[in-house]
């Protein structure tokens, strides 16, 4: 075993092993390789904020420790890994199975695992020592109702749904990035954790350690990139559906809303506007003007978004010239096919940058000379016909390697383009995310998920735990998106819930594809597109419009506590859903709820996640005064109450000394 302590840096020789252990930003970077020297990947990590030196000291054994900003990293003379906090806490510590103590076994497992792959490369696992009663949140969003993910398996593979974002906070006050694109998975078990890459060249994690969950998401913001601004028009109501087949149908929507006298930010052109994906263009046939519908939706007060999908048609107008220029994605086996959607296709490659300034120029000369500032970029993942998401090459390598950087690369994109024009402001709606994601604007959405209670129940857990991951910009498609029949009360019922609870999420958007299904409006190119069911919120008769009116105007109300909740989030990493324990650390009754929420630090927020409920439980914290939002009685914290939940409204609850941001909000 060679120490060897330079340039803040703490490198270890083990045999084929090489170990790095250094400062970044207030965290620590582990790196671990059997290449010839170590690989120069960044990751999710930006260039470090607030580095210090680190010092390096012997211990009384042989090892080193490594004592940075938050966390000391101390190396045994057999080479395992523990950290600890400043004050000595353990925080981890790497699992290690053989003849050396502290865990002796005639055994042999190590921490650090490379299985080398005969045709080059390597499998690589990294095990840790497990805390039973420790609990963990963020890694993004997956389709379940887990928020603590103690005994959940995950896997790091992005899919239509299921964003994997790799960073955790633990109760044990730490918070670890898995900081590889690398398909693979983690194993949160009782008796270990595991994190797993199915292809890579190194092990590469990085740990920081905090007081609280808002300081470790601080530091991981400051690691891997803060949040924009949030532009004012994205506050308010967004309407879409899947899909508004022509222009005149687009703009009858937004008029009507005008006239009904109904608040409006923002408006969606959602997919096969166009002739050919690909083309990243209107039909004229459908949409004659898009430069017009620009101007008098802004004109409305009203902010145009357009749909962009990554998959190229073989009939594009851009497609010989993408292939030969080597901008597409190609199968490792079978067809070079991306997205069966009545078409072949193949994806934009995001990863190469050429690709992407060469897509966004195509994009600036059509949709951004209409007008166009706000995107939605869909099939992030990339979404395939195939359930081989491995079985794809991309620039940057392999998707087993790199995969799950193929969205942010994809917001990259568009941000720097944006930028580059002179916008100030960016949002993204995209379906997929990745660490760092949040620094190109990504307004993550869980994608296209089930009418039903079982959905929207999951929503809650999934909207905080993105925000656990970093990700402050989060919403969801009001309704769901597929699945259902728009016409039965068991549907309205669900849907007046869901927007209820869609208020008090980050951005409150209404989609979905409701049946029963329209007809295209014409023979060729994006006029076969057929449509869902109207879907706006006059949609549903009369007494569900007017709950949802209520709601939206009650968002609009709500802006300048939004406008506080974006501005927090930007500076500080904080979400804007916040798990119970955020703000109550001590009250036990707060540590696991999974179905209540803080939006922000002054409201609670308890959604009816159960048909045909009149009322639900809903717990207080303790050490504040609560008042429900709609009766204005108030309650002293640190009780359950049975709050009543009348079909018109959920259960909100005000802290007592709340921000003037929300005065008068509840009162009309």
Request: proline share 7%.
């Amino acid at each position: 075993m060679i120490f060897t302590f330079a340039n803040n840096r703490l490198e270890v020789r083990n045999g084929p092993e090489l170990l790095w252990i250094e400062p970044h930003g207030a965290g620590v970077r582990v790196r671990a390789t059997h290449e010839a020297s170590m690989p120069a990947e960044a990751g999710a990590l930006d260039e470090p904020v607030g580095t210090t030196a680190a010092t390096c000291a012997e211990t009384p054994d042989g090892g080193r420790v490594l004592r940075a900003a938050t966390v000391e990293a101390e190396v045994s003379p057999t080479g395992r890994l523990v950290l600890r906090d400043l004050s000595g806490k353990l925080l981890l510590e790497e699992y290690v199975r053989n003849a050396n103590p502290p865990r002796r076994s005639i055994q042999r497992v190590a921490a650090r695992e490379f299985r080398a792959f005969a045709t080059g490369g390597w499998a690589v696992a990294q095990r840790f020592e497990s805390d039973p009663d420790e609990r963990l949140w963020g890694m993004g969003q997956y389709q379940q109702p887990n928020l603590d993910l103690k005994g959940c398996e995950l896997e790091l593979v992005q899919r239509n749904s299921q964003t994997t974002v790799p960073f955790v906070v633990s109760s044990r006050g730490y918070g670890l990035l898995w900081n590889n694109p690398a398909q693979g998975s983690a194993v949160f078990g009782r008796n270990l954790m595991t994190w797993r890459a199915a292809s890579s060249d190194r092990i590469d994690w990085w740990i920081v350690a905090g007081p609280t969950p808002a300081a470790i998401l601080r530091a991981y913001a400051d690691a891997t990139g803060h949040v924009p601004a949030m532009p004012e028009w994205a506050l308010g109501f967004w309407q879409s559906k899947c899909r508004y087949r022509t222009q005149d149908e687009l703009m009858g929507v937004a008029r009507r809303y005008r006239e009904l006298g109904i608040p409006l930010s923002a408006i969606v052109a959602d997919y096969f506007h166009w002739v050919y994906e690909g083309d990243w263009d209107f039909d004229r046939a459908f949409w004659p003007d898009p430069a017009g519908m620009v101007r008098e939706l802004r004109a409305m007060g009203v902010e145009p978004v357009v749909s962009v999908w990554p998959t190229v048609d073989e009939r594009s107008r851009h497609r010989a010239e993408m292939q030969e220029r080597g901008f597409l994605v190609r199968a490792i086996r079978g067809p070079n096919e991306g997205l069966c959607a009545g078409a072949r296709t193949q994806h934009l490659d995001a990863t190469n940058p050429a690709a992407r300034a060469w897509v966004w120029e195509r994009l600036r000369e059509t949709y951004r000379a209409y007008g166009f500032r706000a995107f939605w970029l869909d099939l992030a993942e990339p979404e395939t016909c195939t359930p081989d998401p491995d079985n794809f090459l991309f620039h940057a390598g392999p998707a087993s390697r790199v995969g799950n950087l193929y969205p942010r690369e994809y917001e990259r994109m568009v941000w720097e383009g944006l930028r580059a024009d002179g916008e100030t402001e960016v949002v993204s709606l995209s379906r997929s995310a990745w660490a760092g994601s949040q620094k190109y604007g990504a307004l993550l959405w869980s994608g296209d998920i089930p009418s039903d209670w079982w959905a929207l129940r999951n929503q809650v857990a999934i909207g905080l735990s993105a925000g656990m991951a970093g990700i402050p910009w989060w919403n969801c498609d009001l309704g769901g998106f597929f699945g259902v029949d728009a016409r039965t009360p068991e549907f309205r019922e669900l849907l007046v819930r869901w927007f209820a609870f869609g208020t008090f999420t980050p951005v409150m958007r209404l989609h979905g594809s409701r049946d029963p299904q329209e007809p295209g409006p014409g023979t060729e190119g994006g006029g076969t597109c057929g449509s869902g069911a109207p879907n706006e919120v006059w949609s549903y008769g009369p007494e569900a419009q007017e709950i949802l009116v209520a709601h939206v105007r009650l968002r609009e109300r709500l802006r300048p506590y939004l406008r506080e909740l974006f501005r927090e989030a930007s500076e500080t990493g904080a979400p804007l859903m916040r798990p119970m324990f955020w703000h109550a650390p001590d009250d036990p009754a707060c540590r696991d709820l999974a179905d209540q929420y803080f939006f922000g630090r002054d409201l609670l927020v308890a959604p009816v996640l159960e048909p045909g409920a009149t009322s639900r439980r809903v717990v207080l914290p303790a050490g504040d005064r609560w008042t429900d939002a709609r009766t204005g009685e108030a309650f002293d914290g640190g009780r359950a109450v049975d709050a009543p939940a009348p079909l018109s409204s959920i259960p909100v609850f005000v802290r007592t000394g709340a921000t003037r941001a929300l005065d008068g909000v509840f009162a009309q």
